[in-house]
């Protein structure tokens, strides 16, 4: 119950921004079902799951699976990932739960109000090169302004999955996820003229997929779209 409260306090902190669909602001959330201060932050990514001006995203990471109880989301790439935002930002360290929006903004912990504010701050409000689907090819436009900028396909579950945690420090807990990732893979480098990309088969319709495009290695995230 107490969790549930919280959550749509948080979900209430949040305005509503214009949805947009093809150009939504990615939500990237760093934690691990190992740490007793993340349950709260994914309650709060859960309850954002549901907004097409969002792209919310769940990455589990490996670096608390000492503590007792293994993520059984993980990977080893997800923690990567972070510690690129970290030496992007020079800040030498990563810590959960941590928000990184759009690639730019950090919130370390649970902060409602300052996550709200970065949501607002960095909507990208439609920048960037556009990306489109045809058949099982992925195109990007064209930007005379570009930088070199990184390709990635994101996997992720869009349902809710609930994990009883057995050990550690959230032992006897059972902890919801919505929209964990479970692939990252990246297809390749725009450098700003009109590229194409294959799209992966994958045998799991109940996964979904979405494309991010990212400068440099823990840049700024120029572009994003569902698929």
């Not at 954002?48 to 792209?55: E, I, K």
């Not at 090819?137 to 609930?162: F, H, Q």
């Not at 990246?186 to 991010?212: C, M």
């Amino acid at each position: 119950m107490k969790i549930i409260m919280t959550a749509l306090a948080m979900a209430a902190a949040v305005p509503a921004l214009a949805a947009d669909a093809q150009s939504p602001t990615v939500v990237e959330l760093y934690q691990s079902q190992g740490c007793s201060s993340c349950p709260p932050a994914n309650a709060h990514l859960n309850s954002l799951g549901g907004r097409a001006d969002l792209l919310p995203l769940m990455f589990a990471v490996t670096y608390w699976d000492q503590l007792g109880w293994k993520d059984s989301f993980a990977d080893e790439a997800y923690t990567a990932r972070q510690w690129e935002f970290s030496r992007s930002a020079k800040r030498g360290n990563v810590a959960t739960p941590q928000f990184i929006i759009n690639g730019r903004s950090v919130v370390t912990g649970n902060n409602p109000p300052a996550l709200a504010a970065a949501i607002k701050r960095e909507d990208r409000r439609g920048s960037g090169p556009a990306i489109m689907v045809e058949g099982n090819r992925i195109e990007i436009g064209a930007s005379k302004t570009a930088k070199p900028a990184t390709v990635w396909l994101v996997r992720y579950d869009p349902r809710t999955r609930n994990v009883k945690i057995g050990r550690g420090e959230n032992g006897g807990k059972v902890l919801p996820h919505r929209n964990v990732v479970t692939g990252l893979r990246a297809l390749g480098t725009w450098n700003g003229g009109a590229a194409s990309f294959e799209q992966p088969a994958y045998k799991d319709s109940s996964q979904r997929s979405a494309v991010i495009i990212q400068q440099g290695k823990g840049g700024p995230i120029i572009a994003a779209r569902r698929l």
